[in-house]
């Protein structure tokens, strides 16, 4: 059992981190890109999801996104239509980000329902198994419920919960020197990279791992975000993931149970880094690109 002085930590941590949410994108060009994958603009086409309620797209929190995508010579856009073949055949790669049910709009108590429809997942789900990508990212609650029916399509059990580092930490560094970074096709390039609390998921058997939690890590599901007691259902992380990509069908996935490390934003008066755009976590930008270059492919 978890002492209550640990559920404390936890509740103004996390708060503390929700505040520092209230951001707007840093639209800085705070990365370098030696060699793009594609010339300017002639690249595959990334729909960002902005049909559901999304948390973070293009337009908004994932500008930053955005922009290391097209400086790589993708072209990027949110797509504000519902899921349908018709709209997935204008695509290479479907990013979906934080997604929301209706009612769990500025209402983050559970329950969290799907925020997609029967139709919708039937429609992704046979778009990828005939070719397409999809890179699926659902953070903490209540965005892990709004994707559980979504991943579960896919063969994911993603958990709508919080994954909290007990070592007390700001950000979670994981890294190929603590053999907590998995060696991958994927992260051959990369040494270290961070994440900003997070959801944790189970991915399918044939999926190839790059963050994988431990018992450093305890999942809580509190009835509300960011509300935390001795009473708030726990269990170590230990046989979870965060990131992971594998192939479905004729087609890949990506799927990641953190969004903020895919952005960058600046926080408060201070205007404060947070994201990508941190000296900690520069190493993700390269991590953005090799995912996307793998699902492009």
Not at 117 to 146: K, Q, R, Y
Not at 213 to 233: I, R, V, Y
Request: proline share 4%; with cysteine; hydrophobic share 40%.
């Amino acid at each position: 059992m978890l002492k209550r002085t640990t559920f404390l930590f936890l509740a103004v941590m996390l708060c503390a981190m929700y505040c520092s949410a209230q951001q707007v994108a840093d639209t800085s060009l705070f990365f370098t890109i030696q060699e793009a994958a594609y010339p300017i603009g002639e690249g595959p086409q990334v729909y960002v999801d902005a049909s559901h309620n999304n948390f973070h797209t293009v337009g908004g929190r994932y500008a930053a996104f955005g922009k290391v995508l097209r400086t790589d010579g993708y072209r990027v856009s949110d797509q504000e239509a519902k899921i349908t073949p018709e709209v997935l055949t204008g695509c290479e790669v479907y990013v979906i980000a934080n997604p929301l049910h209706d009612s769990n709009v500025g209402n983050w108590i559970n329950p969290c329902p799907s925020a997609f429809t029967e139709a919708e997942i039937e429609a992704i789900n046979e778009w990828v198994n005939e070719g397409g990508s999809l890179f699926l990212i659902a953070d903490h609650m209540p965005f892990g419920g709004a994707a559980e029916e979504l991943g579960a399509s896919f063969g994911v059990e993603w958990l709508n919960c919080f994954a909290m580092d007990n070592r007390r930490r700001n950000f979670d560094r994981f890294s190929k020197k603590k053999g907590t970074l998995e060696e991958t096709p994927l992260t051959a390039d990369i040494n270290t990279i961070v994440t900003f609390t997070g959801s944790a998921f189970r991915a399918p058997e044939d999926a190839q791992i790059i963050v994988a939690l431990d018992k450093n890590f305890t999942l809580l599901s509190p009835e509300q975000a960011w509300q935390f007691g001795d009473e708030t259902p726990h269990h170590s992380a230990a046989g979870w993931q965060q990131i992971a990509y594998f192939p479905y069908g004729k087609g890949k996935v990506v799927v990641s149970g953190e969004a903020a490390m895919f952005s960058a934003q600046l926080a408060g008066p201070q205007q404060r880094r947070f994201g990508m755009n941190t000296q900690a976590a520069k190493e993700n930008v390269q991590l953005l690109r090799n995912l996307i270059g793998w699902l492009a492919e």
